[in-house]
């Protein structure tokens, strides 16, 4: 058995064991350190014809030891796991700073990164294993919705363009030793079906598996992911994966969340995670939710039985993680139902054939 199989066994058993805490926002944390346009760009990228100042992801080449300082706050907050900074590293992303080239680099350097922190914790704390799950975010771009509104038809990009994307990133981070996959942030489901196609192909092609955790975003009160799908349409659609994880993220904080976890977690039959912002973002586009409000929320989600992972995303800290795995500690994880068969298809509302 592999190292790598090894952990992926710890985190089954742990799951079973208890609440599992993810990480909280990157973005938050990288806006606190003012970075310049100099610290983006390090020596590598000195001479670079394109603006880098905003490429988040950039930082794990060029400010490695930023990176490894926050998986450390996290993993000291009480997070079990810890993203790879890689929400953006795909070619289709990194073509809005001319840095498609760099891609493999990227996320190579983000997940060894990660792993030297979180073997280091787990080193220090044998008792409480830390994992790393290779972010796989959205695109700027969509398979469902067209750019030009006078011609519903195009697109600006291709299913096998975003399905190669994907691919490349993937193949960086597994050579760098993630535990899982976290494809995240959905909006659009097609776009997340070339990552999970992507995903499976790889596997088929002999590379080792790996735990596949899948959270979409539900945009606003309509309760629809933006290209347009229910909660059961959504889970209908990314089930045939047999994800390790469903949920959501982002968007919403958990008050606007809450319902749909319930949903999700009446409906599928794995685990539920869930990182909601910490609130709604104000006038200025800041979050003023604060980490016991936060840890509050969530403590009443796992004492509804409702949830295995929590976390934060959008304006969430290490202190808000701290207040979550605090208010979750020693609470029973969910309870996955098991429904009786049947044909569940979808679109953007579900269908059952029983």
Known sequence: ?????DRIKALHAAAKARILVLDGSWGVMIQKEKLSEEDFRGERFKAH???LKGDNDLLCLTKPELIASLHDLYYAAGADISETNTFSSTAIGQSDYGLESAVRDLNLAA???ARAVADEWTLREPHKPRFVAGSIGPLSRTLSISPDVNDPGARSVTFDQVYEGYREQMLALHEGGVDLWLVETIFDTLNAKAALKAILDLEDDGLEPL???ISGTITDRSGRTLSGQTVEAFWNSVKHAKPFAVG????????LMRPHIAEISRLADTLVAAYPNAGLPNA??????????????????????IVNILGGCCGTTPDHIRCVAEAVAGMSPRVPPERAPAMRLSGLEPFELA
Do not use: K, V
Request: hydrophobic share 35%; net charge negative; charged share 20%.
């Open 1 to 5: 058995m592999t190292a790598r199989q």
């Open 49 to 51: 014809n394109m603006p």
């Open 111 to 113: 997940a060894r990164t």
């Open 211 to 213: 735990p596949i955790w």
């Open 248 to 255: 959501f993220n982002c968007a919403l904080g958990a008050e």
């Open 284 to 305: 200025f586009g800041e979050y003023d939710e604060e980490p016991h409000q936060t840890g509050h929320m969530l403590h009443e989600w796992a004492q509804a039985g």
